[in-house]
């Protein structure tokens, strides 16, 4: 399949799925070096960045994220076309769940909860790391799920258009 450009609006973008590895061995270095540094101004100042990143991600696309610049801008042109794409969708949805745990650390740190802070940039830290290092990103999969529930709760036929109660055979 051949690189093409994302579309402007996000629904059906496509994204090269080395350059969300690329990115998420990024958030590794980060969410390791904040949870190193923690409890300190420092490890805030990282939470924050990466926060505004994924913030980023989550809003406007993982394509438009400082890390998806630098990848595009130093990587991948240096590298062939990727096999595939890959839907922006999923890791979309993962930068709001990480966007999630970089907020529940800051409040943790911010209200002298370090524990809290501590265990919630773990878990961030674990999901980047799992996507760096093997390609597994928990996040993704975790949109699948919710996307197949979904899709098959909204599939059922209610007892207003099925009078007898039946359900459809699957």
């Not at 990143?53 to 595009?72: D, E, I, N």
Request: aromatic share 10%; net charge positive.
């Amino acid at each position: 399949m051949s690189a093409r450009p994302a579309p402007s609006n996000l629904a059906g973008a496509r994204i090269d799925p080395r350059g969300a590895r690329f990115a998420a061995s990024l958030t590794t270095l980060v969410l390791a070096l904040a949870l190193l540094l923690a409890p300190s101004a420092w490890s805030v100042v990282l939470l924050v960045v990466q926060a505004a990143f994924f913030t980023v991600g989550a809003v406007r696309g993982v394509q438009h994220t400082p890390y998806a610049w630098l990848f595009r801008t130093f990587i991948r042109p240096r590298l062939g076309a990727p096999a595939e794409l890959e839907d922006a969708a999923p890791p979309r949805f993962a930068q709001a769940v990480g966007l999630g745990f970089a907020l529940l650390a800051l409040v943790g740190y911010g209200t002298g909860l370090d524990l809290l802070g501590a265990v919630a940039t773990g878990f961030a830290l674990a999901a980047a790391f799992l996507n760096a290092a093997f390609g597994f990103c928990l996040g993704c999969e975790m949109y699948l799920l919710l996307t197949r529930a979904t899709s098959k709760t909204a599939s059922t036929t209610s007892t207003d258009d099925n009078p007898a109660g039946h359900l459809p055979v699957a």
